[in-house]
């Protein structure tokens, strides 16, 4: 099986070596960087998931993002001792898939990374309307009324998901579970700062598509 390439941008020598010894033997090249500007001249399109700490000196992680998202279109996964929601909140705004909170467990950081490789090389085929959204299930796009909606991949992924069992509703985890592949319940909150995103998004366009059910989750209107 070809090998998975991984940026992983930490400026702490420690962590980058552990990391680096966890997930090469999971048949992942990982190319390491220590600080933003460094990073930016390893990207390229080769490169399968980036893992990004937030909290560096000179270029922080928000800012090293909002440069990635110009150059390259694969998953981002912040790494961050930041736990609030505006904190959170503008991550996922800039274009981040998902964040672990520092400290984190091995078990969690491989699971989290395969899930989002994994996701990556999903094959699509064909696409599905739902409501007046039409989403193209190759090339991740949704677009409403010839209007095409700019999501990242992560908020791709829960409209897809949720489109396509319209009308059920599924609770936070299960939508993280589903998207991400990894049930961890204290990052579930996750789903709550893309669908306000995608809400933004959507009403910009001229539609509101996902529904609250309150006590339960969210649903995508019939």
């Not at 460094?38 to 998931?49: E, P």
């Not at 440069?67 to 981040?96: Q, S, W, Y």
């Not at 299930?137 to 095409?148: D, I």
């Amino acid at each position: 099986m070809e090998k998975q390439t991984i940026l992983l941008v930490e400026d702490e020598a420690e962590i980058r070596e552990g990391i680096r010894i966890l997930l090469s033997g999971e048949n992942y090249s990982i190319l390491e960087a220590p600080d933003g500007p460094t990073a930016l001249r390893m990207m390229n399109d080769q490169i399968d998931l980036v893992i990004l700490d937030v909290m560096m000196p000179g270029m922080d992680g928000f800012s090293l993002c909002r440069r990635i998202r110009g150059e390259v279109d694969c998953p981002v996964l912040f790494l961050t001792a930041k736990t609030g929601e505006e904190d959170l909140m503008r991550g996922l705004g800039l274009g981040a898939d998902d964040y672990i909170r520092k400290p984190f467990g091995i078990g969690e950081l491989r699971a989290r990374v395969q899930a989002h490789i994994r996701r990556e090389r999903r094959e699509r085929t064909h696409a599905v309307i739902a409501g007046d959204v039409r989403f193209y299930l190759r090339e991740k796009r949704a677009v409403y009324r010839e209007r095409e909606l700019p999501f990242t991949k992560s908020e791709y992924e829960i409209c897809e998901y949720l489109a396509l069992h319209r009308g059920q509703v599924f609770s936070r985890e299960q939508i993280y579970e589903h998207v991400f592949g990894y049930d961890g319940e204290s990052d579930s909150s996750a789903i709550t700062e893309h669908i306000k995103n995608i809400r933004a998004k959507c009403r910009e366009a001229g539609c509101e598509p996902v529904e609250t059910v309150w006590g339960m989750g969210y649903k995508w209107r019939n």
